[in-house]
């Protein structure tokens, strides 16, 4: 009975390549989020989906693309991988009118 | 926009001292102010939140945290730290009604037998 779940948990690629993050929550929450946290354990914002529809886009590069097919799922999609995008990507999710964050538990992206 | 700024990036103890956690943040409206932890290896898990009302706000774990609004502050505190207190905090803050939350660069702690 997980909240916040992700798949993969580690992902291990060469650069170049497309790769695609899965996160879901069964907390019937609302608004979905994707964080990147870097070797300094520096936590950043990346996307998030309200009921499906983008609301924050931080300035991030167009190969991220978001995709959120309903409400419980928000997924994550890499292009072109590069050596700069090895961090932890966490997924999190909040319930409506409300900002505390339930994350998952990580995704460990490392591009070789 | 927000912003946050903890003090302390290391932080060193021997167990039962107690522990303040330095948290500042800029933003000129209301707020939700909130501390994170992550015990190593794991995903954040929320301590506590402050939303409105008294400003001295209990966790989990024996944590609080004490909101002082004009100093723009949010420190967090335990009496007497564990070995199991060893972490990385997170203190966090999201204006009212925007729903995004911006964390500060958080603390390690690193509690010693």
């Known amino acids: 009975d997980t909240a916040v779940s992700q798949t993969p948990k580690y992902l291990v690629t060469q650069m170049g390549n497309d790769k695609s993050i899965k996160c879901e929550q069964n907390?019937?929450?609302?608004?979905m989020y994707w964080y990147k946290q870097d070797s300094k354990k520096f936590l950043k914002i990346m996307f998030s989906y309200n009921n499906k529809e983008l609301i924050i886009n931080e300035t991030v590069p167009n190969r991220f693309s978001p995709k959120s097919p309903d409400k419980a799922h928000l997924n994550l999609h890499i292009n072109s991988l590069e050596l700069g995008d090895s961090a932890v990507y966490f997924c999190?999710?909040?319930?409506?009118?409300?900002?505390?964050?339930?994350f998952g538990p990580g995704t460990r992206l490392t591009v070789l | 926009a927000q912003s946050v700024s903890q003090h302390n990036h290391h932080v060193i103890l021997s167990e039962a001292a107690s522990l303040e956690l330095g948290c500042n943040y800029s933003y000129g409206g209301t707020v939700n102010l909130f501390w994170y932890v992550q015990y190593p290896g794991q995903h954040l898990q929320l301590l506590l939140k402050y939303f409105s009302g008294d400003p001295l706000v209990k966790g989990i774990k024996g944590f609080e945290a004490e909101f002082i609004k004009s100093k723009f502050s949010f420190n967090l505190r335990k009496p007497s730290v564990q070995w199991s207190d060893t972490a990385e905090y997170f203190c966090a803050v999201s204006p009212k009604g925007y729903q995004k939350v911006t964390f500060g660069t958080g603390t390690k702690l690193q509690v010693i037998p």
């Open positions: 999190a999710s909040s319930p409506a009118g409300e900002d505390t964050q339930y």
């Open positions: 907390l019937g929450h609302d608004t």
